[in-house]
């Protein structure tokens, strides 16, 4: 080869990868003004319609909206305390029903199982398939298994932390065994050097070098869970006007009441959902900014 053929073939190289292809011509240029555009349109879209939410439901920002209940009576003074408790109940039952098995599942997939095997692999196949599924899939899945325990009335706590806790059982195993493929082999091969055992190192070693990325994607699921209204919809949740006391109670949430009142024609209500709106809107975002706090405190550069 010539040495302007090599010089050319390093220069590709190069560009391919860093990613710094300095070509400019016209088709180039008119694919990258089309993805900017496309960004800017769907940032100034969401925008827009945020803006507007919080215009709607600006009169409404007021104590009664979380201290008083749903009321057909005096519709200005309507507020949303059962479904904010509800909301609280359910998230705090599938957080107690779907983490423990999530990231009991993920270790034994990642640390434990041979991947080797049939079982395993249709294991592996289902997860990945399950993580796509739309969420009312969950709701019939929840109902039957409702259904299969006794239950006549299946829209209670325990009917929605089933539902939504199947929801993000598979985003929890999923994110918690790429934490736990983040930490590096040689962690554990040091600790079985010095005589423990695998579930000692997985348990004292691995488990706590993978705390941020697992907490990171335990608490983006449950973000995800909080706006579900398809699953709670299908179970039979419903407007109720007290607060629930154990799982077996009747209980209401967020995103059912606000897609309650979002279609009513009376305009106080629709006014009270767009405040619902912002209200779970900012639930999610303190959420999230857990999430990145936790991933950033406790994350390790190895």
């Known amino acids: 080869m010539s040495l302007a053929g090599t010089t050319a073939a390093r220069v590709t190289a190069s560009s391919f990868a860093t990613g710094k292809n300095k070509d400019r011509n016209p ?105 796509a599924i739309p969420s009312i899939i969950y709701g019939l899945l929840a109902a039957a298994i409702m259904g299969l325990l006794g239950f006549t009335f299946k829209g209670i706590v325990l009917g929605g932390a089933i539902a939504l806790g199947l929801l993000i059982l598979p985003v929890i195993v999923i994110t918690t065994r790429e934490a736990l493929r983040a930490v590096p082999s040689e962690i554990r091969e040091g600790s079985l050097a010095l005589g423990a055992t695998v579930w000692q190192t997985t348990w004292r070693q691995t488990l706590p070098s993978a705390i941020a990325g697992i907490a990171t994607g335990t608490i983006l699921g449950l973000s995800r869970a909080i706006g579900e209204a398809a699953p709670l919809v299908v179970l039979g949740v419903a407007t109720v006007r007290f607060d629930p006391t154990t799982i077996l109670d009747k209980a209401t949430a967020l995103p059912v009441q606000v897609y309650n009142l979002a279609s009513a024609p009376q305009d106080e209500l629709r006014q009270a959902a767009s405040a619902a709106i912002v209200l779970l809107l900012v639930l999610i975002l303190v959420m999230n900014g857990l999430a990145i706090f936790i991933r950033n405190k406790f994350q390790r550069s190895w």
């Open 27 to 131: 088709a180039s240029l008119i694919f990258l003004s089309a993805l900017w555009f496309s960004l800017f349109f769907g940032v100034m879209v969401l925008a827009a319609l945020i803006l507007d939410t919080v215009v709607d439901g600006s009169s409404r920002f007021d104590a009664n909206l979380v201290t008083q209940y749903e009321s057909t009576v005096r519709k200005d003074e309507t507020g949303f305390r059962a479904g904010i408790l509800g909301t609280l109940w359910l998230m705090l039952s599938t957080a107690l029903m779907a983490i423990p098995i999530g990231i009991a599942t993920a270790v034994y997939l990642e640390e434990f199982a041979n991947s080797r095997t049939w079982f395993n692999k249709l294991i592996e196949v289902n997860l990945q398939n399950l993580a």
